[in-house]
Every structure is written in structure tokens, then in C-alpha cells.
């Protein structure tokens, strides 16, 4: 009798941030975002999103920018977007 193993793939998600943010360091919200979704690559390099990283933290995940005054703030709001 042949089996079939089924393989299930981790979630997919898109999570990109900018690595000239003023409002984050790319050395702290990284494991955070790893954590957030274990088995994702997070994205580093400029979104051309200027205006509003000028002012807030900001992470683009799945299609949504989510901004706030801290990266943990934006990485709490962003959690609401993590596909799981």
C-alpha cells in the first residue's frame, strides 16, 4: 500500500523594511520580525516610502505599511497582518 506524504509549507510572508529608517535599527526589529514569522526573509533596503519614515518606524508586511512611533509598537500592530 503506497503512502503519501504530504508536505506543509511554512506561511509565506512579505515583510520588507527600510535600512535608512531614522525611527528603527535593523540590528534589533530583525530577530523580532523573525520571531514574528519564524522562517520568513525579512527584506532590508529602501522603500522609497521617505515622508512617512522621516516620522515613524514603519514595516511593510503583506502588501500593508504599518507605521507607528516605535518599532515595537509598529511590530505589534503589524502582527494583525502575519499570515499564519
Known amino acids: 500500500m503506497a503512502t503519501t506524504?504530504?508536505?506543509?509549507?511554512?506561511?509565506?510572508?512579505d515583510i520588507r523594511i527600510c535600512d535608512k529608517c531614522k525611527?528603527?535599527?535593523v540590528k534589533s526589529i530583525l530577530p523580532k520580525l523573525q520571531k514574528l514569522s519564524p522562517g520568513t526573509e525579512v527584506k532590508?533596503?529602501?522603500?522609497?516610502?521617505?515622508?512617512?519614515?522621516?516620522?515613524?518606524a514603519f514595516i511593510f508586511i503583506n502588501g500593508r505599511y504599518v507605521?507607528?512611533?516605535?518599532?515595537?509598537?509598529?511590530?505589534?500592530?503589524?502582527?494583525k497582518y502575519v499570515k499564519t
Open 23 to 25: 525611527h528603527m535599527r
Open 44 to 56: 532590508v533596503a529602501c522603500k522609497s516610502y521617505c515622508g512617512p519614515c522621516s516620522r515613524f
Open 67 to 79: 507605521t507607528a512611533p516605535t518599532e515595537d509598537e509598529a511590530i505589534e500592530k503589524a502582527r
Open 5 to 13: 506524504n504530504i508536505e506543509q509549507s511554512a506561511p509565506v510572508n
